[in-house]
């Protein structure tokens, strides 16, 4: 049996180290999210109860109702339309990660129909002080604390190209596009932030 | 931080010699900083100002008054105001790529090494050879466009247009691409606040105070509006301390962000503001990763405008002379940028403003010749200090005229008696009253309401979530401003759930504003200028309505009045009351001036911002991209994507060869073409079979798990809008394909199906298009390649997997989907693997195929390989086809409702007539056949009534060595082997082709199932 | 122009792509054919309020039923599509 290396959605687009400006701290860290599990969701007639439980038994987790993301464990969700989740899994590696929206469909049942995303999305992890000011130039929502805590997600354009943004956690802001895009988002997130420095990682 | 600093009058800026250049300006006061000096140069002359100075009070320090030709009479123009406003100072920026024509010398901060260069004039600004233009002035008048130069036509493009582009116009526009960064970029607020003079300050502080998110923009570069330019104090101390220290306090404020040099300049649909913050302007070159200048979108729930007002010209002769300026401008200079504008003044007004020059000028030791006030009774308070300055006052007077040559040297008014008398004088101060810059309140259709009281428009209903203070809803005071922007920002802050009592209102000048209308002296000296940048007098105005052209707009668009670059902020209502004057209906019953987006010059950058070159539109790359660009791809964009278009190899002359080789490779052994491009839709759902059979013309329901079926979408209308495949995974899951172009289109039309004509259906829909690197592998050899690649034990007999299937197999373990299915009409199978192992897949294919030919082969090839094969695609799904016109007509089910099926049985769509597919191939055997070109019966007239269709595709088919093309053609079934004129008359192309079917490769179709 | 979604909140009208009139009602499948004609073609073009059919395609993707003024381009009422339709 051949054995194939993967790549992920960005790897030799997104060039590690310092863009932009050059002194001080770097306003934006940027990472791809590229090893996860991704797998969509989207719920049957009549199931919201069933799925919310299946989801709360099987992996801890808290369906999001409307726009915005819970995590539990390795495993998140992030709401993509009325219906429908992104579910992903940072744990599993390689060909295991196919695992994943099996092990959904197994545990889901009818409550919803998996279908297996892993390598459709091309995500990218952003933290750091100019986060929010490197988004505005992005996209037209409303990032304050007070609009977008942590939890939060919504779907809208940036630079024209159709995006996913939630944040996980107070510090971290995760935003996803087809992986076509990937490209053509993470240059545009790396000359947003040239302004503020911007530290590129290896995800 | 944000306001002005007036520099100690210490030692160390004492001790430094005033520049030597600087003659006219004032040796104390001011808000520049004298321990600086930066140089300049004005139409390549050496001189210098200080930081805070702008480029029009630098050039007035350094005693140049001329400094600009105007539009279409190339008269000498001068600097008219000191702000925003200015219709005549309009130089040429910078050189090089960053040259920027029309930029206002009043509005540009000066920086070291600042470069202009004056407009419009050859070959130079004092000698002027167009200004004999002045001469033939009576063939510019009003409409000169429409009527000198209609006859004789041809002369228009020889002789007129070059004359008018000439003689006519204003700066150069750079000759190479900008080199400097724009952004665009949003912001979101409680309440914004437009405007940072008093008003404003006070609204973004009471609003901030309550703890709103306030944004304040402030076009200038430092807060305090009108009060960086009067003598007047606020809370009894000097006004630039008292807005340092609002300005300390709004920094202070968390929730307070303060935009300096940011304009407002539009009001969109919404309630959206566009705002142009010009970051880097004021610097010789932007600062490393900076961009020049910003495009902010700004999402608010309350807008304060309060945005101040511009002083209003006086139409009179010779109004246009430099040394002409407006009153309030007059002030500007003196006690903003301390420059004298003249030594030797008439002041010429409607009301109280005008005094305050009076006493400015006199306190910085300028002389009154004159002050011409329109109103018969001077108010004693003015009398008074006309009195006590020694000034001569001439109530009841107008100002008829100014002689000199490049500059006021006198001026000739009437006395109330109607006694003129000239009167030596550099400097004519102006004041017509004030217009509130009400632009924004109009931009969503708001109409403006005539004010008596200040004899100017005010704004009318106001669009929702908007409030007005100050001087923008026509209160003049500081005293006003104050308390208004207090009261608006409290009403703002409230209504966005901040409930607050508001500031305490600091004291301040709250004198009254007595004023007469002053708009027009009739039947003065010379030309009397209402746009002065479009070089519009009093008699276009007159002309026009003499022509009929009496409505506002008309007369806009008929004199080009308020047209230009300022587009009229100091001559739209001037222009108005000259008009009211010759109907006598008034102004309010004459028309209205309105304002429409932008409020001021919004450059092409800005609005494009960073989508340009690379980022233009976003690009979308398959998995594969990479490892057909290291394989010789050459790419062709389709849609946003960068499909390989083929694959070149040494020794290979052109296109074609590697195209040929790659078509004859396929039909010969097997090639590996990237089809991830493909629109790829999974429908999953107990109802998933149940739209599928609404959205495509053939039957879904009854296609058997693990079977593919071709599936052919209409639109409604009948016609046909895609075509692609449908696979069934499993009873409540399908995978659909749809083609590059349509996958967009083909989404939103399922989901219009489901969400609005079926919205009880249980059923999702879901791109996966991005999740799969998706490859077809066709050849008589597909099958013994893919059974040396995919992993051990895959079963590939037609018996187990036949043409028209799809299975799960995998390759290293990765799970991946086959279908069996061929559009090259060969041997052929389409290989989904997950995205992130499609390069790895890619290469262990070309291994495993290497000894059996695998060729990768791209867009080129497909198309030749379909055409040769005869299936429609883009070129055939063009919108205008139907399913019956492709030979498909059978495939529109009749058993079941479906979109289109309707429709599509019209009776001009099912004419035996219409031109159905056909092949074509040339009749000498040889002749290339392009898409596009007409067909004729031979012999027939060419004209568009015996038209008998079209070729839809074209191509070289290396598989039987002569061109073959696709085509529509009337009654085409009965004219297979007859002959027919192939007419291409843009391409000069004229042949001959014979009919015939559109298969031209294995017509009985056995080698797909092979 | 904007237009408050009812899942993702206002956004600029960059998000949506429009379709046009939501009250014509597609026929049955053997409706005679001017009903058909009516339903895919004719329209009013109406100034004020007006019910249309708008995607969000850029976002949630749901289609939604806007009722917005022709004259002043405010926004009256949006609602979901697929719930207007499934409300009783």
Redesign the interface.
């Known amino acids: 049996m051949a054995d194939l290396a993967m790549r992920t959605p960005l790897a030799g687009h997104l060039k590690a180290g310092r863009h932009g400006r050059a002194e001080g701290t770097p306003g934006l860290h940027v990472t791809e999210r590229g090893h996860l599990a991704t797998a969509a969701i989207a719920l049957r007639a009549g199931q919201q109860a069933a799925l919310a439980a299946a989801l709360r038994d099987g992996f801890g987790l808290d369906l999001p109702q409307?726009?915005g993301c819970a995590g539990s464990g390795a495993v998140e969700l992030v709401w993509n339309?009325?219906g429908q989740w992104l579910a992903l899994d940072s744990a599993r590696e390689g060909i295991g990660r196919f695992g994943f929206a099996r092990e959904l469909a197994a545990r889901l049942g009818a409550a919803a129909s998996v279908t297996d995303l892993t390598g459709a999305r091309a995500v990218l992890r952003l933290t750091g002080p100019a986060v929010r000011d490197t988004l505005a130039k992005l996209l037209?929502v409303d990032l304050h604390e007070s609009v977008f805590p942590a939890g939060a997600a919504?779907?809208?354009?940036a630079s024209h190209i159709?995006v996913t943004l939630w944040r996980p956690d107070e510090a971290a802001w995760d935003i996803a596009c087809y992986r076509s895009f990937g490209e053509s988002l993470a240059h545009a997130v790396v000359e947003a932030a040239a302004e503020f420095g911007c530290e590129v990682t290896a995800g | 931080m944000n306001a002005p600093q007036r520099p100690a009058a210490g030692p160390a800026s004492l001790s430094r010699p005033e520049a030597p250049t600087q003659r006219w300006r004032l040796k104390q006061g001011g808000l520049i900083d004298r321990g600086q000096a930066l140089s300049f140069r004005f139409d390549g002359r050496r001189m210098t100002g200080h930081p805070g100075d702008t480029l029009a009070s630098a050039l007035l320090a350094n005693g140049v008054h001329l400094v600009g030709r105007s539009f279409k009479y190339h008269r000498p123009r001068g600097i008219l105001s000191a702000g925003p406003e200015e219709p005549n100072a309009l130089v040429e920026l910078r050189g090089g790529a960053r040259r920027e024509p029309n930029t206002r010398a009043t509005q540009v901060e000066l920086f070291e090494g600042l470069e202009a260069r004056s407009q419009n004039r050859w070959p130079s600004l004092r000698f002027d050879l167009a200004a004999v233009n002045g001469l033939a002035a009576p063939l510019l008048a009003a409409g000169f466009y429409y009527k000198t130069f209609m006859w004789p036509a041809a002369f228009w493009e020889k002789l007129y247009e070059p004359f008018i582009r000439r003689a006519a116009g204003l700066g150069r526009a750079p000759g190479s691409a900008d080199p400097d960064q724009y952004e665009r970029s949003h912001l979101h607020c409680d309440v914004l606040v437009v405007g940072g003079g008093a008003a404003g300050l006070m609204a973004a502080l009471a609003a901030g105070r309550a703890g709103a998110r306030v944004v304040l923009l402030e076009e200038d570069c430092a807060l305090g509006g009108r009060l960086l330019s009067e003598s007047e104090s606020v809370d009894d101390r000097p006004a630039a301390e008292w807005l340092n220290g609002m300005a300390a306090e709004l920094a202070s404020l968390p929730g307070v962000r303060v935009m300096l040099r940011t304009s407002a300049f539009g009001l969109l649909?919404?309630?959206?503001v566009a705002a142009l913050e010009r970051v880097s302007d004021h610097l010789p070159l932007p600062p490393p990763h900076l961009p020049r200048q910003r495009y902010w979108?700004i999402?608010a729930r309350r807008v304060v405008l309060a945005a101040g007002a511009i002083e209003r010209p006086v139409v009179f002769g010779g109004n246009d002379r430099p040394g002409v300026m407006l009153a309030g401008a007059v002030r500007s200079y003196l006690n903003r940028y301390a420059v004298l504008p003249g030594r030797r003044a008439v002041v010429f007004c409607g009301g109280d403003e005008g005094w305050r020059s009076v006493a400015d000028l006199a306190a910085s030791g300028a002389r009154i010749e004159a002050v011409v006030d329109a109103r018969p009774e001077v108010p004693q308070a003015q009398a008074q200090l006309a009195a006590r300055l020694g000034v001569r006052l001439v109530a009841g007077g107008r100002v008829l005229g100014t002689q000199g040559r490049s500059r006021v040297a006198s001026v000739r008014f009437a006395d109330a008696q109607g006694r003129e008398e000239d009167v030596g004088a550099d400097l004519l101060a102006v004041s017509g009253g004030w217009n509130p810059s009400l632009h924004l309140s109009c931009h969503?259709?708001g109409r403006p309401r005539w004010d008596e009281r200040i004899h100017a428009f005010v704004p009318g209903d106001l669009p929702p979530g908007m409030g007005v203070a100050g001087a923008a809803g026509g209160q003049f005071t500081t005293h006003a401003a104050l308390a208004e922007g207090a009261r608006e920002g409290v009403a703002a802050a409230r209504d966005c759930g901040f409930p607050t009592n508001g500031p305490d209102i600091p004291r301040a000048e709250d004198a009254p504003r007595e004023l007469v209308p002053l708009f027009h002296v009739p039947h003065g000296r010379g030309k009397a200028f209402v746009d002065y940048q479009h070089d519009v007098t009093d008699k276009d105005v007159a002309l026009a309505h003499r022509e009929g052209f009496r409505s506002v707009e008309h007369l806009k668009r008929y004199t080009t009045l308020g047209m230009a670059t300022d587009q009229g902020k100091t001559a739209n209502v001037t222009g108005l009351a000259v008009m009211a004057n010759i109907t006598g209906l008034g102004i309010p019953g004459t028309g209205t001036t309105t304002a429409r987006p932008p409020w001021t010059p919004v450059s092409i950058g800005a609005i494009a911002g960073p989508h340009r070159g690379k980022r233009f539109r976003p690009a979308r790359r398959t998995p594969l991209h990479d490892w057909e660009a290291a394989h010789g791809a050459s790419f062709v964009e389709v849609g946003l994507w960068y499909r390989a278009q083929w694959y070149a190899r040494p020794g290979e002359a052109g296109w074609r060869d590697s195209v040929d080789r790659e078509a004859l490779a396929v039909r010969a052994g097997a090639g590996v073409c990237d089809v991830s491009t493909l629109g790829k839709i999974e429908v999953t759902g107990p109802d998933a079979a149940a739209l599928l059979d609404l959205a495509y013309a053939n039957s879904i329901s009854n296609l058997a798990v693990g079977r593919v079926r071709y599936g052919l979408m209409l639109r409604?209308?009948g016609f046909v809008m895609d075509d692609g495949t449908v696979a069934r995974l499993a009873p409540d899951r399908f995978f659909v394909t749809t083609t590059t172009v349509n996958a967009?289109k083909v989404m939103?039309h399922l989901?219009?199906c489901?969400?609005?004509?079926r919205?009880?259906l249980d059923v999702s829909l879901l791109s996966v298009t991005d999740a799969w690197a998706q490859v077809s592998i066709a050849g008589p050899n597909a099958r013994k390649i893919l059974e040396a690649a995919l992993d051990p034990g895959t079963d590939l007999s037609n018996a187990a997997l036949p043409h028209m299937a799809c299975t799960e197999v995998s390759i290293g373990g990765v799970p991946t989907r086959l279908y069996r299915l061929s559009f090259s009409g060969e041997l052929a199978y389409e290989l989904g693997v997950p995205a992130d192992y499609g390069e790895a897949t890619m290469g262990l294919l070309m291994e495993r195929g290497a000894p059996f030919g695998l060729t990768p082969y791209g867009t080129e090839a497909l198309g030749v390989l379909r055409i040769e094969k005869g299936h429609p695609a883009g070129g055939e799904l063009n919108g205008q086809t139907t399913a019956r016109d492709l030979g498909l007509g059978k495939m529109v089910s009749q058993r079941?409702?479906c979109i289109g099926?309707?429709?599509a049985?019209?009776p001009a769509l099912i004419d035996p007539m219409r031109p159905v597919l056909v092949g074509l191939k040339p009749a000498d055997g040889s002749a290339p056949i392009r898409a596009g070109s007409h067909l004729y019966a031979p012999g027939a007239e060419t004209h568009t009534a015996n038209g008998l269709g079209y070729v839809t595709s074209a191509c070289f088919s290396p598989t039987l060595g002569h061109p073959i093309a696709l085509a529509v053609l009337a009654d085409g079934a009965a004219r297979v082997g007859q002959r027919i004129r192939v007419l291409d008359p843009v391409r000069n192309g004229d042949v001959e082709a014979e009919v015939c079917s559109p298969v031209f490769v294995d017509p009985e179709g056995g080698r797909p199932r092979g | 122009?904007?237009i408050t979604c009812p899942?993702?909140g206002?956004?600029?009208?960059?998000?949506f792509?429009v379709?046009g009139a939501a009250d014509p009602v597609?026929?049955?499948?053997d409706?005679p054919?001017a009903g058909?004609?009516a339903?895919?073609?004719e329209r009013e073009n109406l100034r004020g309020s007006h019910r249309e059919?708008w995607?969000h395609?850029?976002?949630?993707?749901?289609?939604l039923v806007v009722e917005r003024d022709t004259w002043?381009?405010a926004?009256i009422a949006v609602r979901?599509?697929?719930e207007a339709?499934?409300a009783p």
């Not at chain 3, 206002?10 to 998000?15: A, Q, Y």
């Not at chain 3, 395609?57 to 289609?63: F, L, P």
């Open positions: 409307r726009p339309g009325p037209p919504t779907l809208t354009l159709g | 649909d919404g309630g959206v979108k999402f969503l259709g409604e209308d967009g939103q989901e219009f489901h969400q609005v004509l919205p009880h079941k409702d099926r309707r429709l049985e019209r | 122009m904007r899942h993702c206002p956004r600029g009208n960059d998000e792509t379709l597609r026929p049955g499948p409706a054919l058909w004609v339903y895919v073609h059919l995607h395609q850029a976002g949630c993707r749901a289609w002043t381009h926004v979901a599509a697929r339709e499934q």
